[in-house]
């Protein structure tokens, strides 16, 4: 695996066809295909995390290049590891990420169908019961380098195969007591071909179909035949599935049902994280995270309550583009993605986080509303207002009693100024019989106002500031990679020791301007309509996904978190305004 930098990426943005672009164009051009249609098909074992993010961009964003469709197919034939609430999250998540399916479908609804296309396969003489043990099944398979041996069960009858099968459905055997097999062959250099099992029993309950099923499909036998079902006509899939094809493309064949096609691709990998449903539920069970939906998860819905937004997540994965090598993608530039695009479109606010109060001792008036930009990037975004005072709160680390030179944040006998406001001067630095500093007495320059400065003084630094009389407390979360590692898969020993321990930093109060909270309501509103998951948006629901943006000035990217309260409001800082990571840690 090679890691691509952000940069090189961005570098390199060319915008000739991917393969399957190219493979698509072909099949449209030749007259093989009139319309295309793809599918996305989630176990529904699990939230979607980033990698499914590509996956449904690849699907959804092929269709929609070509004027195809894609359908939106839960690939549920386990009955074990299912859940509505894992089917209810990946119709939110993909919905969210701006995708409209065709047709949303359960390949337990085929269950029936694919119980006669095995019965079928019986009557060809391509499939057989088998009694054996799956220790002795596995023994009989061989090794890459040897090839397996048939058993006694390979040569039953047509019948007897019929009259076991049809047992096996009725419930007359126990778990493990037989599987049927499809009979292709035991030597066959793909190991998937050696008689690949394609129904097990499993007295389980299914979330759709209850107990009316006692054997279940394996995937090899259930996803190329759903596919068909549907007449799918590009079936894209990650590489591991390759060696799959040959029983994909054999199923299709014995049984003479509509030509499904197999793709594949590279799954993406991404730095700091795990991208695999099984360890993901790991976290959230071992309570390493709050829920799917912790800010630090790789999930969807994760990323969604940190404050990505869907078209950076878009933008991203049009920019990893699609190749069919193994790589591993730096999450800084999914953090560039975001950042890119929340800079166009998030609220200037002013927050300080850690206070330190300054009186301003020759300001005489009581007060007075300031005007300040909300977007600098956006020329219609307006302005909002911001109360002055007489005690403001800067950001402590913004003062420094001893500086060293070239330190432009205010100092004893240094100016700076005020965003949006003016130009003021330290005076004094007022200390408590301990030493310690208890505020700044500071005076300002009354014709330095922004945007009708007379003073002619020029400063270096602008500092961020809220009025302490106006300022409101809220919470803060800061978050940090969840692991120290950069390939966590590939790392060794459990993913879990390599947890980042302080991945979530948390200010209990920070001090934010008023025009913040003003809004706050409409927002909370909406969060708590969205964590009730009996709601499930519809796609005209366009008020549902809506979540204010804003930049704390100096501070990074925000956005409101679901754990706020009436009483006490949570900000979640999406992204820093720099990349501090790639820098630090390389
Ligand atoms: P996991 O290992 O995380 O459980 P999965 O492949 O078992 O993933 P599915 O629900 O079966 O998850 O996947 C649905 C679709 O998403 C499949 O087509 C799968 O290939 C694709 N997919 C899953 N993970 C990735 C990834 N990291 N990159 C790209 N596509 C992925
Ligand atoms: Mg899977």
């Not at 005007?371 to 680390?397: A, C, L, M, T």
């Not at 406001?421 to 505020?439: R, S």
């Not at 014709?447 to 809220?466: A, C, F, M, Q, R």
């Not at 803060?476 to 459990?494: C, K, M, P, Q, S």
Request: aromatic share 10%; net charge negative; hydrophobic share 35%.
């Amino acid at each position: 695996m090679n890691t691509r930098s952000p940069t090189s990426i961005i570098m390199s943005e060319e915008k000739s066809l991917n393969f399957l672009e190219e493979i698509v164009e072909a099949d449209l051009a030749s007259g093989k295909h009139k319309k295309i249609l793809t599918r996305f098909p989630p176990e529904p074992n699990g939230y979607l995390h980033i990698g499914h993010a590509k996956s449904i961009c690849l699907n959804f964003g092929l269709a929609k290049k070509y004027g195809g469709a894609t359908n939106l197919r839960f690939d549920d034939t386990n009955p074990v590891t299912e859940d509505t609430e894992y089917v209810d999250s990946i119709k939110e998540d993909v919905q969210w990420l701006g995708f409209n399916w065709a047709s949303e479908l359960y390949a337990s609804d085929y269950f029936e169908q694919l119980y006669q296309f095995a019965l079928a396969l019986i009557y060809k003489g391509f499939a057989y019961v088998d009694d054996s043990t799956s220790e002795e099944i596995a023994v009989q398979k061989g090794t890459p380098t040897q090839p397996g041996v048939n058993n006694q069960y390979r040569d039953r009858t047509i019948d007897e195969n019929l009259k076991l099968f049809t047992a096996m459905k009725q419930g007359k055997y126990k778990d493990g007591e037989k599987v049927l097999r499809a009979k292709i062959d035991m030597e066959s250099t793909n190991m998937l071909l050696r008689d690949p099992i394609i129904y097990r029993i499993k007295h389980a309950h299914h979330h759709r179909t209850g107990d009316t099923w006692c054997i279940y499909p394996m995937y090899d036998f259930a996803h190329g035949q759903s596919d068909s079902i549907e007449n799918i006509t590009h079936s894209i899939c990650t590489l591991e599935f390759v060696p799959h094809r040959p029983m994909y493309d054999w199923c299709i064949e014995k049984l003479g049902i509509y030509p499904s096609k197999q793709y594949e691709f590279a799954r993406l990998n991404m730095t700091y994280t795990v991208m695999s449903k099984r360890k993901l539920l790991q976290l959230v069970n071992e309570n390493h995270v709050n829920g799917w939906d912790d800010p630090r998860m790789s999930t969807l819905s994760g990323m969604r309550r940190r404050g990505f937004t869907p078209e950076s997540i878009r933008e991203f994965c049009e920019k990893i583009g699609v190749a069919r090598r193994e790589n591993l993608i730096d999450f800084s530039l999914l953090e560039f993605c975001v950042r890119e695009h929340l800079n166009k479109i998030a609220q200037r606010r002013m927050v300080v986080f850690d206070p330190l109060k300054i009186v301003i001792t020759n300001y005489e008036a009581g007060g007075e509303t300031l005007q300040s930009e909300n977007n600098p990037e956006d020329e219609n975004g307006g302005e909002r207002p911001v109360p002055f005072s007489k005690e403001i709160y800067i950001e402590k680390e913004d003062f420094m009693e001893v500086a060293p030179k070239k330190y432009f944040r205010l100092a004893p006998g240094q100016m700076v100024r005020l965003k949006s406001a003016y130009i003021i001067k330290c005076d004094e630095v007022v200390k408590d019989e301990e030493g310690n500093i208890t505020h700044l007495n500071c005076s300002y320059i009354p014709e330095s106002k922004s945007g009708s400065d007379t003073s002619g003084i020029n400063v270096k630094g602008t500092l961020h500031w809220v009025s302490v009389a106006d300022a409101l407390p809220i919470e803060i979360r800061l978050y940090d990679r969840l692991f120290t590692e950069e390939n966590v898969a590939a790392a060794e020993g459990d993913f879990k020791s390599y947890i980042n321990p302080d991945s979530l930093q948390t200010i209990e109060t920070a001090y934010a301007e008023p025009e913040l909270i003003k809004e706050a309501g409409n927002e909370l509103v909406r969060l708590k309509i969205r964590s009730l998951r009996n709601k499930i948006p519809t796609v005209d629901d366009s008020e549902y996904f809506i979540t204010k943006r804003y930049q704390f000035i100096r501070k990074g990217y925000f956005c409101l978190d679901k754990d706020s309260t009436t009483d006490k409001l949570v900000f979640n800082r999406t992204v820093t305004l720099k990349d501090t990571w790639t820098k630090v840690n390389k």
